[in-house]
């Protein structure tokens, strides 16, 4: 899968809500009602990107998840990473 140019990434991130860019990677804070929320909603992540073979990086603080995503065997990002990013926001 090709690394997407900076326009694609651009378009890409017009789709996503609440998804930002850093560098190689995109990013998003999902904030949750309670700590085991956010446990929960990182289940349900794992397990979607276990279907996908595709690992975001998760950071959990209290009630906030954050995703980041990038096809580190590229180097950058693909649509991987754009595809991932939409099955997680449709949870």
Known sequence: MPLLTDAEIEDGLKELEGWERKGNEIFRVYKNKSFVDSLGFV???AILA???DHHPDILIEYKNVTLTLSTHSKGGLTEKDFNLA???DAL
């Open 50 to 52: 276990e279907k996908a």
């Open 43 to 45: 289940i349900r992540v």
């Open 86 to 88: 939409r099955e997680i």
